[in-house]
């Protein structure tokens, strides 16, 4: 696992033994006890807000929620409460409904009217394992969810904070973020694509939700404007990079270790980053983002060090 | 257009011209102000939730919304906030949410997987129009720019009422409600259902989002508890009847008047209240669930002649 260093990042301390101070951050123990955090939570807002429903419905919810997703999104929302020196069990609710959010939007999309794709995270897609009725109504039931786990009354946050994150959310996810870019990529089948349209996709159909997770991270944990807009320079960086990195994996990545298949951009004649600029300017362009989205965290010192470390995660993910 | 009389509800005053006091209450000139105030805010809405996007997401969100539906549930929400002593234009976000969130239903539920359905409120539906992924994520946005709207700080309400309103919504139309009702609906296809699972159906599938109208309208206008009781009473009534009525319209209904088409329930063999009990006594028992649904409203004297007057429309409806 790739750990972040900060000693070049601050000037060594005058320390009485004349160390330079030096602070490793392992990424893996961090993840494996956030994504035990989220995937509890999840399973209690499954519950929370199925009951009284029928089997198939939740089972559906649950079958796709918890497939043992990266938890990238909820993670980057901890993260970023925990950099503005916020306590990240606060965070969880927001966390939460955007891991239901980026779920629902891969239901729907695996659909067979617009990706049709049989396997996601190494198993069959919803409509497979259940069928396409269930699936369509399984990601309108994640997608609702997400928005009442967000309603519910928090004692610990105030209400406007709540309907900021709302806001935040429900506004990254909709017709001016995710969804207009799952339209742009639909329409974009078949014709070419430049570099700079594909990257106002990819900011939409990917960007504008992990920036929403970082944003409301932020806002949770009591960020200052400063902090907030710093935050959301890193995770436009790291949204494209991810998009980057994903089109690269799609190229050579191996579709054991993704749970979902390899090549299909290419055969599909898609506007990829590698198609448009090449295999190894991709990787550079990957690398230039991840290092400036760390240089986005300047000022969070090492409260900011998962973020970092998160950013190289991005680059390096094998999946 | 049916009108609704008070004289029997409230003893004769002693006027000096000896004249029995009798409000009766027109209900077409209510519905049209209030469905031209809706109409105008949806209008606002859909431009809100959609800039920066390209054309047609917000195409396919206004087709489907601006269709010339009934406005049944925001004029429900609007009327409730009246009955209660509310400012009714508080209340138009959330009545506009209401209308988008039964129009995505809708879109979905015609989807080929789910009803598949050609013809809606008299034209293609929103799938024949466009195709089926516009029609899939044009349904997401319509659910998604609900829950913005929602979201919107609005300096006349309290956060706490906004928090409120949300809950109630997101409440009815998620899993432990609308969907719920949805996957019953699909999984009874070719299953006899007996009259109690029909009822627990449509109390889920149409009566949890007539319920939120009514009950997100009460909590803009500030109602009390007892009110906001008084006022679920009532909504579950026309619930169940606005079904019945639905039945019956599917039995003897005339498709021009309906923009759809009539016979279909008994075609796919669905179990509906003429087939469990009858024309004759489905036409009574929806009489009757209108009587109580008014018997409801009697705490609130005139100010509830507009609901009064809905519960009769839903009755004697035609379409």
Do not use: W
């Given at each position: 696992m790739k750990t972040a260093l900060w000693k070049n990042r601050f000037p060594p301390m005058k320390a009485g033994r004349d160390m330079t101070v030096s602070v490793a951050f392992d990424l893996k123990p961090y993840l494996d006890e956030k994504r035990a955090l989220v995937d509890e939570s999840l399973k209690v807002y499954i519950e929370q807000t199925t009951p009284g429903a029928g089997g198939r419905i939740s089972e559906a919810m649950a079958y796709s929620l918890m497939a043992g997703g990266k938890r990238l999104r909820p993670i980057l929302c901890l993260a970023a409460c925990e950099a503005v020196g916020g306590n990240c069990r606060l965070a969880l609710p927001a966390a939460g409904a955007l891991e239901m959010i980026?779920?629902?939007?891969?239901?729907?999309?695996?659909?067979?009217?617009?990706?049709?794709?049989?396997?996601?995270?190494?198993?069959?897609?919803?409509?497979?394992?259940?069928?396409?009725?269930?699936?369509?109504?399984?990601?309108?039931?994640?997608?609702?969810?997400?928005?009442?786990?967000?309603?519910?009354?928090?004692?610990?946050?105030?209400?406007?904070?709540?309907?900021?994150?709302?806001?935040?959310?429900?506004?990254?996810?909709?017709?001016?973020?995710?969804?207009?870019?799952?339209?742009?990529?639909?329409?974009?089948?078949?014709?070419?694509?430049?570099?700079?349209?594909?990257?106002?996709?990819?900011?939409?159909?990917?960007?504008?939700?992990?920036?929403?997770?970082?944003?409301?991270?932020?806002?949770?944990?009591g960020a200052s404007q400063h902090e907030r807009h710093a935050l959301l320079t890193y995770a436009e960086k790291i949204g494209l990079a991810f998009q980057v990195v994903d089109d690269i994996l799609n190229v050579e990545g191996d579709p054991l270790v993704m749970g979902k298949g390899v090549g299909t951009d290419e055969a599909l004649n898609k506007a990829t980053y590698p198609a448009l600029m090449g295999l190894e300017p991709s990787r550079r362009y990957a690398q230039t983002l991840t290092d400036e989205a760390i240089s986005a965290l300047f000022p969070f010192a090492e409260q900011a060090a998962p973020l970092e470390a998160l950013a190289q995660y991005v680059l390096t993910r094998k999946r």
């Open positions: 980026h779920t629902y939007s891969l239901v729907h999309d695996d659909l067979p009217a617009m990706d049709n794709d049989d396997m996601r995270r190494g198993r069959p897609t919803c409509h497979k394992a259940f069928d396409e009725a269930t699936a369509v109504l399984a990601g309108d039931a994640l997608l609702t969810s997400a928005f009442h786990i967000l309603s519910k009354a928090d004692t610990r946050l105030s209400p406007e904070v709540q309907m900021e994150v709302l806001g935040v959310v429900s506004r990254a996810s909709g017709a001016m973020g995710m969804i207009e870019g799952q339209m742009r990529d639909i329409l974009a089948e078949g014709h070419p694509l430049t570099l700079d349209a594909l990257k106002a996709l990819h900011a939409l159909k990917t960007g504008a939700l992990i920036g929403a997770s970082v944003e409301s991270g932020a806002v949770v944990g």
